[in-house]
């Protein structure tokens, strides 16, 4: 029975280990944003260019868009290219990689060359559409494909909404002035990521009332998509997650070996090890700043620690109620931490399966009344859903969400580990109120 029982589990391993390698051989090269901007030392550019281009992406009254790229050349290529146009135009000809972001949907080409700089424009229909009121959205970059990477390339890509509208969200990485998003890569700081990924552009009216009506629109459109994912995606790790609350219902084991003052020291003793532990990691694993997600993972250590001690001196006037009040307020609380120490956003994962960790205590003080704590082993096992959905689209190298909540097993291993010590401080607070 031992060596069946291992025989299935190492089967299981090289399954999700060959289609975890299946998808890495199968990944698809990221898109350039920019086809001719590139330097001719990274990839395949104008002839005699002498750096990264830049991209100015015009949107138009009608949601067509004009792509202006500008890349700068040497002296004698910019002497040749202006006396053979021949010769520019081949340059350019040349210049455009298999594939990039516009292939297929370039309507028109033009080069020319001002002083020492190439300028190519083409046209590009249908990048943005109407939303909600006088909202529009710039959804070509999703329609490409939502999960799809990009590769800048340029060292500055711009995209300017027309004259008379100002941009109404924050896209990812950019910086936003009135109608223009930028996103730049200058080399000088190594956090700049640059355009690469899919993202969602709003404009309009200025004020509250545009700003509510993009993201209203931005809603609209990825909230069924983000709801889909969420629940093929974690659908087994809810279940997972479910069974796991099911069983700290059902377990006591351990709980006449610990009484509840050593139950808090662990608890205490083991958030605070790891809030430490992991800011220390992330100011060591980064040159600039205190990586974000070391950062959200000490707040979930510190959210624990405060857990332990509050049910400590608080919990044996509490009801079951009362404990759910405190594990919210430790979730918060470790939200709260992330956000004054790394800004926005939240990371989605530790704060949802830090929800669950923390639901942890009232089940085990409800299970320790007689109760079955149906409702919060349900919230704990939506808490994979609610995080998947928050982050969708998500994709493993093309492949769906099903196999992308196969990596947040993990995670619940995580709940199932730390939520147990309070599962048992929570018994032990319902034996001492009783």
Same mark, same amino acid.
């Given at each position: 029975m031992r060596f069946a029982r291992f025989a299935a589990i190492a089967l299981l391993c090289s399954l999700v280990g060959i289609a975890a390698f299946s998808a890495v051989a199968a990944a698809p090269p990221p898109a350039p944003v920019c086809g001719v901007c590139g330097s001719s030392v990274e990839n395949a550019s104008i002839s005699g260019a002498t750096g990264s281009g830049t991209l100015d992406i015009y949107v138009d009254e009608t949601g067509d868009s004009l792509w202006h790229a500008r890349v700068p050349v040497t002296e004698p290529a910019a002497e040749r290219y202006r006396t053979n146009a021949t010769a520019l /135009?081949? *340059?350019?000809?040349?210049?455009?990689?298999?594939?990039?972001?516009?292939?297929?949907?370039?309507? %028109?080409? /033009? &080069?020319?060359? /001002?002083?020492? %700089?190439?300028?190519?424009?083409?046209?590009?229909?249908?990048?943005?559409?109407? @939303?909600? =009121? !006088?909202?529009?959205?710039?959804d070509y970059f999703h329609e490409k494909g939502p999960t799809t990477n990009y590769d800048?390339?340029?060292?500055?890509? &711009?995209?300017?909404?027309?004259?008379?509208?100002?941009?109404? $969200?924050?896209?990812?990485?950019? &910086?936003?002035?009135? $109608?223009? *998003?930028?996103?730049?890569?200058?080399?000088?700081?190594?956090? !700049?990521? @640059?355009?690469? !990924?899919?993202v969602y552009i709003t404009y309009g009216e200025n004020g509250l009332l545009g700003t509510v009506s993009g993201h209203a629109t931005i809603g609209l459109e990825v909230g069924p998509s983000a709801l889909d994912h969420g629940i093929r995606g974690g659908f087994v790790p809810?279940?997972?997650?479910?069974?796991?609350?099911? @069983?700290?219902?059902?377990?006591?084991?351990?709980? &006449?070996?610990?009484?509840?003052?050593?139950? !808090?020291?662990?608890?205490?003793?083991? @958030?605070? %090890?790891?809030?430490?532990?992991?800011?220390?990691? =992330?100011?060591l694993s980064t040159g600039a700043g205190i990586a974000p997600g070391a950062v959200a993972l000490a707040g979930l250590g510190v959210g624990y620690a405060l857990l332990g001690s509050g049910a400590r001196r608080f919990g044996g006037r509490l009801e079951t109620r009362g404990l759910l009040g405190l594990a919210v307020l430790a979730t918060l609380v470790a939200a709260g931490c992330s956000l004054l120490l790394a800004g926005p956003p939240v990371y989605a994962f530790p704060l949802c399966f830090g929800l669950a960790t923390a639901l942890c205590l009232p089940i085990g003080h409800a299970a320790e009344r007689g109760r079955t704590p149906i409702a919060l082993v349900a919230v704990a096992a939506l808490t994979p859903i609610a995080a998947l959905a928050a982050v969708a689209p998500v994709s493993v190298f093309g492949y769906g969400p099903a196999l992308y909540g196969l990596l947040l097993l993990p995670w619940v291993a995580a709940v199932a580990v730390f939520g147990y010590p309070l599962a048992l401080l929570g018994r032990h607070l319902a034996l001492e109120d009783g």
């Open positions: /135009e081949a *340059a350019v000809d040349r210049a455009w990689p298999r594939y990039h972001v516009a292939d297929g949907d370039i309507r %028109t080409v /033009e &080069t020319t060359l /001002e002083n020492e %700089t190439v300028v190519v424009n083409y046209t590009v229909d249908d990048v943005a559409r109407r @939303g909600v =009121g !006088e909202s529009w959205i710039l800048q390339q340029a060292r500055r890509v &711009t995209i300017h909404t027309p004259d008379g509208t100002v941009v109404t $969200n924050r896209p990812t990485d950019a &910086t936003v002035d009135g $109608n223009a *998003a930028t996103w730049r890569i200058d080399g000088a700081d190594s956090s !700049e990521r @640059g355009f690469d !990924e899919a809810g279940i997972l997650l479910g069974l796991v609350g099911l @069983g700290m219902g059902r377990t006591d084991w351990g709980s &006449t070996a610990v009484d509840a003052a050593t139950l !808090e020291r662990l608890i205490v003793a083991v @958030g605070s %090890t790891g809030a430490v532990g992991f800011l220390v990691i =992330g100011v």
